[in-house]
Nanobody, 124 residues
């Protein structure tokens, strides 16, 4: 069993930055971030392999968001820069217990464990 706890969300003005954290209990595995805006489906944001050497981003966040990890702390980070109101959503981290150090996953149905979500609100 893996439990995920997100933190770092909040209210920020357009152009601002936030750093989200997701800490896992039960081990370090490939991780992904997704977001869900009101009235929309959950969407992929970024993913990282267990090793941290492989990453992927949605086109809408490339160049603005950065995913990273510290396996010693069992924590994955999502740095959000140049935020716009369109980034407003609940952000979720997710993981699956699989031992493939260089593989990441970009589909929500590939993940087994999910955090409770953290709200990011960007004002114009």
């Amino acid at each position: 069993q893996v439990q995920l706890v997100e933190s770092g969300g909040g209210l920020v003005q357009a152009g601002g930055s936030l750093r989200l954290s997701c800490t896992a209990s039960g081990g370090s595995f490939p991780m992904g971030w997704f977001r869900q805006a009101p009235g929309k489906e959950r969407a992929f944001v970024a993913a990282i392999s267990w090793s941290g050497g492989s990453t992927a981003y949605a086109d809408s966040v490339k160049g603005r968001f950065t995913i990273s990890r510290d396996n010693a702390k069992s924590t994955v980070y999502l740095q959000l820069n140049s935020l716009t109101p369109e980034d407003t959503a609940i952000y979720y981290c997710a993981t699956k217990k699989i031992y493939r150090p260089t593989t990441y996953y970009t589909r929500a149905d590939e993940y087994t464990y999910w955090g409770q979500g953290t709200q990011v609100t960007v004002s114009s």
